[in-house]
């Protein structure tokens, strides 16, 4: 099974902030790498699916990078509706593997 | 548009069993693998299994085979898991996902979730 570790599990940020969560795998994924944000009582929403390409409708402040194990979700300047819970996923291979959430918080 | 409803959860005892369903709309059903995911209370997210769009190819985490099953029936647009002794542990909500067009395991489509409870 591939092994996602996400960091940090939490931070606080002010609106406005650049924002950058990191997503390792513990092995290559062949950027079959998502993200998603969970806003609290909700169902997760994807923004970001193969390491890089934004879903549509998703704002263009999200944005994700990086390649083979390591990958990085930013967001450019924090706004107050992205104050929520972020996870990334792997895709590659079964079982679906999800990191262990980034809990951003309000400063 | 892609609408996923979930039914069919509440409270069961250990050991007990429970039936949750999955109303699908908005798409050709059957051109779609499907999966369950769960989210126990306060905790992330878990994989727990998967069918193809026919149905014929079908996965499982560790923590549920032999437990739960997952089947559909694409005449009735709907998705099933068959939980089998239910355990406190697998107490969470439900979520009915569908993929991305030409990216299956890329989770597009979720259901608003439906809570299982398992406790005497």
């Known amino acids: 099974d591939i092994q996602m570790t996400q960091s940090p599990s939490s931070l606080s940020a002010s609106v406005g902030d650049r924002v950058t969560i990191t997503c390792r795998a513990s092995q290559s994924n062949n950027n079959y790498l998502n993200w998603y944000q969970q806003k609290p009582g909700k169902a997760p929403k994807l923004l970001i699916y193969a390491a890089s390409i934004l879903q549509s409708g998703v704002p263009s402040r999200f944005s994700g990078s990086g390649s083979g194990t390591d990958f990085t979700l930013t967001v450019s300047s924090l706004q107050p509706e992205d104050f929520a819970t972020y996870y990334c996923q792997q895709s590659y291979s079964i079982p679906l593997t999800f990191g262990g959430g980034t809990k951003v918080e309000i400063k | 548009q892609v609408q996923l409803v979930e039914s069919g959860g509440g409270l069961v005892k250990p050991g007990g069993s429970l039936r949750l369903s999955c109303a699908a709309s908005g798409f050709t059903f059957s051109d779609y693998y499907m999966t369950w995911i769960r989210q126990a209370p306060g905790k992330g997210l878990e994989w727990i299994s998967y069918t193809s769009g026919s149905g014929f190819t079908i996965y499982y985490a560790d923590s549920v085979k032999g437990r739960f099953t997952i089947s559909r029936d694409n005449t009735k647009n709907s998705l099933y898991l068959q939980m089998n002794s239910l355990r406190a542990e697998d107490t969470a909500v439900y979520y009915c996902?569908?993929?991305?067009?030409?990216?299956?395991?890329?989770?597009?489509?979720w259901g608003q979730g439906t809570l299982v409870t398992v406790s005497s």
């Open positions: 996902v569908r993929g991305l067009d030409f990216y299956d395991y890329v989770l597009t489509y």
